[in-house]
């Protein structure tokens, strides 16, 4: 499963970036605002610091706007990923883009028919929203895994993105559920790599060697 990060900071897309651990950048109109930038600008420093796959959302809402405007983001950087809502009109925007050879991520998947109709039109990614669905008493990850496994059973080869992404349990069920990449913020990316024992462990050791050498 591919580690994305979910966020427009530069900042935090650096610090991840150094792991050598971070395969993508997922952004969203909110997380843009956040940042007080140019968005183009913005999309394309992300896309210099991160080669993998860069999402960066439409905001028109008709079919003629989308595409106008999906159609400029693809030609931002050449790993850009052009992100619609899984409306009918982000639907028929993905399916004409999709066959233009632009790489489209179709985000606010709620149900694996949502996610059928992103695969038919074409999607490269579609993004299941795991703690939006948990936030109504719903099993978000559930969601993840049953698309997957649907999309396994179709032969279809849009990628599972999961996206919504709260606690680093949720990124274990995605994996676990067959996901093809997992979009995070970055606190939750942080989580994924701390464990006291870890801690404990390297402390211990550090001071064993440090007293070994202090008595040679
Ligand atoms: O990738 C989608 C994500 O940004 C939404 O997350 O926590 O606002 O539901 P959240």
């Not at 939006?132 to 978000?140: E, P, S, T, V």
Request: contains cysteine; proline residues 4%; charged residues 20%.
């Amino acid at each position: 499963m591919q580690l994305f990060l979910d966020t427009a900071n530069l900042d935090e897309i650096q610090e991840i970036a150094a792991w050598g651990v971070l395969d993508g950048i997922t952004t969203n109109p909110s997380l843009v605002v956040k940042e007080k930038r140019d968005f183009k600008k913005l999309v394309q420093e992300i896309c210099k610091i991160v080669s993998g796959p860069v999402s960066a959302e439409c905001v028109s809402e008709d079919l003629e706007g989308m595409l106008k405007e999906g159609r400029d983001i693809a030609t931002w950087a050449e790993n850009v990923v052009v992100k619609v809502p899984l409306t009918p009109a982000g639907l028929g925007a993905c399916k004409q883009m999709s066959k233009d050879g632009i790489k489209v991520n179709v985000t606010l998947c709620f149900s694996v028919n949502q996610a059928l109709l992103a695969a038919r039109a074409g999607a490269y990614f579609v993004s299941p929203f795991v703690g939006r669905l948990d936030d109504i008493n719903q099993d978000g990850s559930d969601l993840v895994s049953q698309i997957a496994e649907m999309y396994h059973i179709q032969a279809l080869d849009t990628q599972v993105l999961a996206a919504s992404i709260r606690t680093p349990m949720h990124v274990q069920q995605a994996a676990l559920g067959g996901a093809d990449a997992c979009t995070m913020p970055f606190k939750v990316f942080k989580q994924l790599v701390s464990h006291p024992l870890t801690d404990a462990g390297l402390e211990k050791f550090l001071a064993d060697w440090k007293s070994a050498k202090a008595a040679v």
